[in-house]
């Protein structure tokens, strides 16, 4: 198994927790968990060229961002 398939399992692994820490726990540390997975997802888009994945990984991290950054800086 590639490392980059491993990185793309990790990743998965990591915004599915995220999700559901969100829903049911705490949101600033789900979607910490969500920004780290959806980075780790990216070395196995670009190998495989899915500019598609690429796109909404980088428009749903932007966003992700910007809230987190919300978050840290009101609390």
């Known amino acids: ?5 491993i990185l793309r399992y990790l990743g998965n692994f990591l915004l599915m927790i995220g999700y559901q820490t969100m829903l049911w726990g705490d949101f600033k540390y789900g979607l910490t968990l969500k920004v780290i997975g959806g980075l ?3 070395p196995f888009a670009i190998k495989l060229k899915l500019w598609d994945v690429l796109f909404l990984c980088a428009f749903f991290g932007i966003s992700e961002i910007s809230k987190l950054s919300q978050l840290f800086l009101v609390s």
Do not use: H, Q, W
């Open 40 to 42: 780790l997802t990216v």
């Open 1 to 5: 198994m590639s490392k980059t398939s």
